[in-house]
C-alpha cells in the first residue's frame, strides 16, 4: 500500500470523526458540558466556602476580642466611680462632723424678752373694808422655743442643717416684787386697821397685774412675730457656735404648727 492511500485513509478517519461529533445527541453534548464546567465551579464554590469560613472565623475572634475589652472598659469605669464616691464619702465622714446633741439639750431657748406696764385699781366700794388701792405693776414676757423636741436634718456632705421647731411661746411673764410694784394710791376706812386684810388686797392686785401683762403680750401680733424672727437667728447663731470648725455651715429654720 502506497503512501498516498495511507493519507487518503487518515483523511478518511478524521472524517468520520468528525461526523460522528457532529451526530452525538443533545444529551451526550449536555453530560460533556456538566463534566469539563461542572469541575471548575465545584472548585471554586469549595474555596469560597473555605475562605468565607476563615473569614467569619477571623470577624468573629474579632468581635469577642472587642467585646472582651469593652466589657473590662465598663468595668473599670464603674471601678473608678464607686472608688471615687467610696473615697469621697470617707473624707466627709472624717473631716466634717456637725453636732446638734448640745442644741438639743436646750429645753427653753429665750428667743425675746418683752417689758410690760400694767396699772390696777381697786375701788373703796369694791370691798366691804372700804380700802381703795392703786398699783402701778411692771414686769417681762418671755418667749422660749423648746429645742429638745425639734427636728434636726443634718447633711454632712452639703454642710447644711435644717432645724424644725416649735414655735416660740410665752412660757413665762416675771414681776419684780420689789421693784416692780408701786403703790400709786391707798386709802382704809380710819376703823378698819386689819393688816393681813390689806396685804391680801395687795396680792391680788399683783396677780391681777400679771394677767394683764400676760394677756396685752399674748394679744400683740407683733409681738409674736418678733419671737419668731428673734428665734430663727438665734437658733442658726447656737447650731454655727456648736461647730466652729464648720465656718461655712449653712443652717435653715422651720417652724412646727403643730396641725
Excluded at 424644725?164 to 376706812?189: A, K, Q, T, W, Y
Amino acid at each position: 500500500m502506497g503512501q498516498k492511500e495511507l493519507d487518503k485513509q487518515d483523511s478518511t478517519q478524521e472524517l468520520r470523526e468528525e461526523e460522528a461529533q457532529e451526530t452525538r445527541s443533545p444529551r451526550q453534548i449536555r453530560k460533556f458540558l456538566t463534566w469539563k464546567i461542572g469541575i471548575p465551579a465545584i472548585i471554586i464554590g469549595l474555596v469560597g466556602i473555605v475562605g468565607f469560613y476563615f473569614l467569619k472565623t477571623g470577624i468573629k475572634d474579632a468581635y469577642a476580642s472587642a467585646f472582651e475589652q469593652e466589657v473590662e472598659n465598663t468595668y473599670q469605669r464603674f471601678y473608678d466611680t464607686a472608688y471615687e464616691n467610696a473615697e469621697k464619702n470617707y473624707h466627709v465622714s472624717n473631716q466634717v462632723t456637725i453636732e446638734i446633741g448640745r442644741v438639743q439639750e436646750i429645753a427653753k431657748l429665750e428667743v425675746l424678752v418683752v417689758p410690760a406696764t400694767e396699772y390696777v385699781i381697786r375701788k373703796a366700794e369694791d370691798n366691804s373694808q372700804n380700802m381703795e388701792s392703786w398699783i402701778r405693776v411692771k414686769g417681762e414676757g418671755v418667749f422660749t422655743v423648746d429645742l429638745s423636741i425639734g427636728e434636726y436634718i443634718v447633711d454632712a456632705e452639703h454642710k447644711t442643717v435644717l432645724a424644725r421647731v416649735p414655735v416660740p411661746v410665752l412660757s413665762d411673764c416675771r414681776i419684780d416684787n420689789e421693784n416692780g410694784v408701786e403703790i400709786m394710791h391707798f386709802s382704809n376706812d380710819i376703823w378698819n386697821d386689819d393688816f393681813h386684810t390689806g396685804e391680801k388686797l395687795a396680792q391680788d392686785q399683783i396677780a391681777q397685774g400679771q394677767a394683764k401683762i400676760r394677756n396685752s403680750i399674748l394679744g400683740d401680733r407683733e409681738y409674736n412675730s418678733a419671737a419668731k424672727e428673734f428665734a430663727e437667728r438665734l437658733i442658726i447663731q447656737q447650731i454655727k457656735e456648736f461647730n466652729p470648725e464648720t465656718p461655712d455651715l449653712t443652717v435653715e429654720v422651720e417652724f412646727l404648727t403643730g396641725e
